[in-house]
Antibody, heavy 121, light 108 residues
Framework: EVQLVESGGGLVQPGGSLRLSCAASGFTFSNYWMYWVRQTPGKGLVWVSRINSDGTDTHLADSVKGRFTMSRDNAKNTLYLQMDSLRAEDTALYYC??????????????WGQGTMVTVSS | EIVLTQSPGTLSLSPGERATLSCRASQSVTSSYLAWYQQKPGQAPRLLIYAAASRAAGIPDRFSGSGSGTDFTLTISRLEPEDFAMYYCHQYGSPPRTFGQGTKVEIK
């Protein structure tokens, strides 16, 4: 079964750090670009970051640039999002998702169940 | 950044009826790279349509997408009970990729 499972969310104080993980199974992880998307009741779905197949190229939304780092370990079939200098506005449900097409950007066809990040003192 | 505006905000319909959801972009969407997702409470989004009109794997043919440029439509030909949910459009042709605010399809 094709699956993505996120972990690592939780409650953190403003200025703190968290590292999200996304474990992939059921497909050749190293062939696909991967994404992080977050969701809040107020702003809806918002793209956060993406990484290419071999991890050599990443793009981040302006709102998280300089604070978040996206990476992957293809040997472990795992995607990461290192989140530093967290702010209250980063509070959201974070999803990892897969690009539909192999080796390029596309619509997002596989999503994890999400991991909740709450930034609050 | 391309802003996607979905209408209506809420669509109240009965099972068996036809649903027509609209997504308007603030600029032309490159190569019709427009997708539609369904989301139910407590679940992740589910890809329905990509490239404006192509159904994703396993999606019933009562779901169809159309449009180009700045105007796109998702049509559900005959609503089934499991189709009552939130629907989001998403453009992925011009970075940053963006999502619409959603249309809720509710039971009348």
């Amino acid at each position: 079964e094709v699956q993505l499972v996120e972990s690592g969310g939780g409650l953190v104080q403003p200025g703190g750090s968290l590292r999200l993980s996304c474990a992939a199974s059921g497909f050749t992880f190293s062939n696909y670009w991967m994404y992080w998307v977050r969701q809040t009741p107020g702003k809806g779905l918002v793209w956060v970051s993406r990484i290419n197949s071999d991890g050599t190229d990443t793009h981040l939304a302006d709102s998280v640039k300089g604070r978040f780092t996206m990476s992957r370990d293809n040997a472990k079939n795992t995607l990461y999002l290192q989140m530093d200098s967290l702010r209250a506005e980063d509070t959201a449900l974070y999803y990892c998702a897969r690009s539909r097409a192999v080796g390029t950007y596309d619509a997002l066809d596989i999503w994890g169940q999400g991991t909740m990040v709450t930034v609050s003192s | 950044e391309i802003v996607l505006t979905q209408s209506p905000g809420t669509l109240s319909l009965s099972p068996g009826e036809r649903a027509t959801l609209s997504c308007r972009a603030s600029q032309s969407v490159t190569s019709s790279y427009l997708a539609w997702y369904q989301q139910k409470p407590g679940q992740a989004p589910r890809l329905l349509i990509y490239a404006a009109a192509s159904r994703a794997a396993g999606i019933p043919d009562r779901f169809s997408g159309s449009g180009s440029g700045t105007d796109f439509t998702l049509t559900i030909s005959r609503l089934e009970p499991e189709d009552f949910a939130m629907y989001y459009c998403h453009q992925y042709g011009s970075p940053p990729r963006t999502f619409g605010q959603g249309t809720k399809v509710e039971i009348k």
